[in-house]
């Protein structure tokens, strides 16, 4: 893929000062780590982040980064996968990584208001829609009544997929609840008597064989085969959707140079052609 010029910040002077910050303080991942210092200068001369991600589509996007854009801004980057939700921003906000990659704000600022965790984000990069998965029915409208639909066990997942039931009249959320902390506890109206099961969104996928359908996280999802526009029954849809995944880091990080940069190429031309070229059925949808 060629190079375009970078968009806003300005990458080459950025990376630039980067660089200026990195080789006078510390960074993220060590005990003598100063303010706003993510990030230290290897012997290439790059400024070089750790980033915590979801290895699909996050972790692939980063690498495409790194592969492409990273050294001629200025960077490399460190990638981290990690499959539980959990971890990330705890590793985070203690230090071990410099930013990570992986979450809705929803789920964002539920875990800093349970944690206390000091950390910020991003605009947003992009959207997996989550769908509704069957192994036994082809369509909605088949799912008998009684039927078992597993659900996220945490609270902004729940929701969202409750939310995703609510917008094809399958169920009726109590009006006077939130949509985006709702829990199957706030189901008002549930004409065909469905029976909600929950479960952490790693294992969705898993349930599949044991219950009617599941509600399940797009990149859990794409790991395992599925795509949301061609197996779905139901999918969520990408516009003016409140679930956008994001850059975070720590709070003395927000003005950092070097996860400007990253930032800045997260946000490029050059990552939007890479969605849309490598996930053409919709899996994946531009937030910016």
């Known amino acids: 893929m060629s190079h375009r010029t970078f968009r806003s910040l300005g990458i080459a002077a950025t990376a630039a000062a980067a660089l200026v910050l990195s080789a006078c303080?510390?960074?993220?991942?060590?005990?003598?780590?100063?303010?706003?210092?993510?990030?230290?200068?290897?012997?290439?001369?790059?400024?070089e982040l750790t980033v915590g991600v979801s290895p699909v589509p996050h972790g692939q996007i980063l690498q495409f980064i790194n592969d492409e854009l990273a050294e001629e801004a200025g960077l490399s980057l460190?990638?981290?996968?990690?499959?539980?939700?959990?971890?990330?921003?705890?590793?985070?906000?203690?230090?071990?990584?410099?930013a990570n990659y992986f979450q809705h704000e929803p789920w964002f600022d539920a875990e800093v208001e349970q944690h206390?965790?000091?950390i910020v984000h991003f605009e947003g990069v992009h959207i997996e829609p989550f769908a509704l998965y069957s192994s036994q029915y082809d369509d909605v409208a088949d799912l008998p009544e009684g039927a078992t639909i597993a659900l996220n066990n945490d609270?902004?997942?729940?929701?969202?997929?409750?939310?995703?039931?609510?917008d094809a009249g399958l169920i009726t959320l109590d009006s006077g609840v939130d949509e985006q902390s709702a829990t199957i506890?706030?189901?008002?109206?549930?004409?065909?008597?469905?029976?909600?099961?929950?479960?952490?969104?790693?294992?969705?996928?898993?349930?599949?064989?044991?219950?009617?359908?599941?509600?399940?996280?797009?990149?859990?999802a794409m790991e395992a085969g599925l795509s949301p526009?061609?197996?779905?029954?139901?999918?969520?849809?990408?516009?003016?959707?409140?679930y956008a995944n994001f850059l975070a880091v720590r709070s003395e990080d927000e003005d950092n140079e070097a996860i400007a940069t990253l930032q800045e190429l997260?946000?490029?031309?050059?990552?939007?052609?890479?969605?849309?070229?490598?996930?053409?059925?919709?899996?994946?949808?531009p937030a910016f």
């Open 25 to 47: 303080g510390g960074n993220g991942n060590g005990d003598d780590a100063e303010e706003g210092q993510a990030g230290t200068e290897n012997e290439e001369g790059l400024v």
């Open 155 to 166: 609270p902004s997942n729940q929701a969202r997929g409750l939310v995703l039931l609510q």
């Open 266 to 285: 997260l946000t490029s031309d050059e990552v939007r052609d890479y969605i849309e070229e490598n996930w053409t059925d919709g899996e994946v949808l």
């Open 116 to 118: 206390g965790y000091d």
């Open 229 to 242: 526009t061609e197996d779905g029954l139901l999918v969520e849809s990408g516009e003016d959707n409140p």
């Open 78 to 98: 460190q990638i981290e996968e990690f499959t539980d939700y959990q971890i990330p921003n705890e590793a985070l906000d203690s230090g071990e990584l410099d």
């Open 185 to 220: 506890l706030d189901v008002q109206d549930n004409p065909q008597d469905f029976t909600f099961i929950e479960a952490d969104a790693a294992a969705l996928t898993r349930t599949l064989d044991d219950v009617d359908a599941a509600v399940i996280n797009g990149n859990f």
